[in-house]
Structure formats: structure tokens, C-alpha cells
């Protein structure tokens, strides 16, 4: 039998963290578990909220990650908000080896993944609203203004910044629904480049205002294009925005897309699949007599 391991102090734990590599769950690859993990769930069952507290501001960005992840999973979200306003511009590289996946974020980016879910509806809109005024370079900006209904003291501030180019803001604005905003979306569906973001289809989107219903159909010879040196996957948002429309002329617009003879092979499967996904997100008895001439669903793909 072996013997007991000898208890460990705070401090040999938070030194043995501030050395690893990486901040690792508990599993890092099949059957293989993490060698870090065991002093983060040592550190969590005996390290006091007020030592936890502190060690949210330690030098080491894998330390701070595991303080906040222990102050969440312990019940204690009082102080989480303001640890993550502190961390709204930490963007201390770190990497996070999840399972096989190995991914390189930031400190204040993994912070924010791992208390969200605890933050109340108002917590999370008060820290979103702090990323926005701060301009934060953390993707959780852009998370929030992908996401969230912002107030409605923010509009001017997200309209501006929508004004500007920021294109998160533009997502962030239509929900609003304002109608005349509008114009400012269908500014944006009508660049050169129409697939070097996403952001105004998801808008888009959002808004299915009728008048963007054109701008999005004039898209299509961008879309064909695309078609020939990319996966259709690709175009899911172009296709989700077109299907939220759930008309007449919306099934018109995929109609002429999947019966474009110059997708052939592989790549018109995918495209027929990728269009069938994009109804399934909206339905619409528009889209019935489309949807029957479409192949069925690859049952081993869902």
C-alpha cells in the first residue's frame, strides 16, 4: 500500500503552478491525465477565499487563471466581476490544454470563460458595457456584442462604434431593432468582400429586415465564386441571414445558388447539405418545395 502523500502548504503549491506550462485540465489526453490539475484541486481545498483572492493578481498567468476557476467553483462570484474588470486588458499569453486540444489564449480571455457562466444577467452586462467604454483587446468584447442585448444607455456609444467599422458593433445595434439603422447594415453587405467577416450576416440575421433581402441575393456571384477554391460551410452565416427571412424571394435566392451548374462533385453535396442546414436554422413554408429536393440528412452526421 502506498503511502500517504505529505500534505503540501499554499505556497509549495502556487510555486509548483507558477512553473507549468500550461494551465490543464484535468484530463490532457485520452488516458492520460494532467500532472498539473492535482495541485490546482490541492490549491482549491485548502487555499482561503482571501489568499484565492489575491493570487488572481500573482505574476504567473496560469496561477491567476486557477485562483479565479477556484473562487467560481467554490460559490464565492462577489469578487468575481471585479477580478475581471482588474483583468479587462490582461493579455498575458498562456495555453490551455484541454483533453487533446491545445489552444493559446490569454489570461484575461480564459478568466473570462471560466467565471461567466457564474456572473449574473446584470453582472455580465456590466462587465460587457466596461469591455466596450474600455475598448478591451480581449475576443470577450466581441463575444458580448455578438451575444448580448445591450441597454439601452449604450445605444449611442454601439451606433458610433458601429458607424466606425466595428463590425461586433453592428451585431450588437441591430438588436436594438431600430429601423433605421438599417441603412447603415446594408452599407456593410455591399463591400467588395463580402466573406472577410461575418459579422454583418449575423447581423443581418438578426435584423430580417426585407430590405436587406436584395443586398444579400446580390451576394450570390461573391458566393459562387467562393465556392470554387472554398468549403460551402463557409457560407452557412451568407445562408442563415438569407433563410431568417423565411419568404418567398429568400427561397428564390437559395434556389438560384443550388442550381448553379458550375458546383459539381463533392463540393455541391456539401453546398446542398450546408443549405439544408441553414433552413433547418429557420423554417419557413417558403422554403417546403426547396427543402423536398434537397438530399436527406447523412444520418451518421446528425
Not at 70 to 96: M, N, Q, Y
Not at 138 to 165: N, Q, S
Not at 236 to 261: C, H, M, N, Y
Request: proline share 6%; net charge negative; with cysteine.
Amino acid at each position: 500500500m502506498a503511502a500517504p502523500a505529505a500534505a503540501q502548504t499554499v505556497d509549495e503549491l502556487v510555486a509548483r503552478l507558477a512553473r507549468a506550462e500550461a494551465y490543464e485540465e484535468q484530463d490532457v489526453s485520452e488516458g492520460e491525465p494532467s500532472r498539473v490539475y492535482p495541485d490546482y484541486a490541492s490549491l482549491a481545498a485548502i487555499a482561503t477565499t482571501e489568499r484565492l483572492q489575491k493570487l488572481a493578481e500573482h505574476d504567473s498567468p496560469v496561477v491567476r487563471c486557477y485562483a479565479v476557476r477556484a473562487l467560481a467553483e467554490r460559490g464565492d462570484t462577489r469578487t468575481l466581476p471585479v477580478i475581471l474588470r482588474a483583468h479587462a486588458a490582461d493579455v498575458t499569453k498562456v495555453v490551455h490544454h484541454s483533453g487533446c486540444e491545445v489552444l493559446n489564449t490569454t489570461a484575461g480571455e480564459l478568466m473570462f470563460d471560466i467565471a461567466r457562466s457564474r456572473l449574473t444577467a446584470e453582472e455580465l452586462l456590466d462587465l460587457a458595457e466596461h469591455y466596450v467604454r474600455t475598448s478591451s483587446p480581449l475576443y470577450a468584447r466581441e463575444w458580448c456584442l455578438r451575444t448580448l442585448r445591450f441597454r439601452d444607455g449604450m445605444l449611442h456609444a454601439i451606433r458610433k462604434l458601429a458607424a466606425d467599422g466595428d463590425a461586433p458593433a453592428l451585431v450588437a445595434l441591430v438588436r436594438y431593432g431600430i429601423p433605421t439603422d438599417v441603412p447603415l447594415l446594408l452599407e456593410r453587405l455591399k463591400r467588395p468582400d463580402p466573406f472577410d467577416d461575418n459579422c454583418h450576416f449575423l447581423a443581418a440575421e438578426q435584423s430580417r429586415d426585407p430590405r436587406l433581402l436584395p443586398a444579400l441575393a446580390a451576394i450570390t456571384p461573391a458566393a459562387r465564386r467562393r465556392l470554387q477554391t472554398d468549403n460551402p460551410y463557409r457560407l452557412r452565416f451568407w445562408l442563415e441571414a438569407i433563410t431568417a427571412q423565411g419568404s418567398d424571394d429568400a427561397a428564390k435566392a437559395l434556389d438560384d445558388l443550388v442550381t448553379d451548374p458550375g458546383v459539381a462533385g463533392d463540393r455541391r453535396q456539401q453546398l446542398l447539405e450546408t443549405v439544408r442546414t441553414a433552413i433547418e436554422a429557420h423554417p419557413a413554408p417558403a422554403f417546403a418545395d426547396l427543402l423536398q429536393r434537397l438530399p436527406a440528412r447523412d444520418r451518421k452526421q446528425g
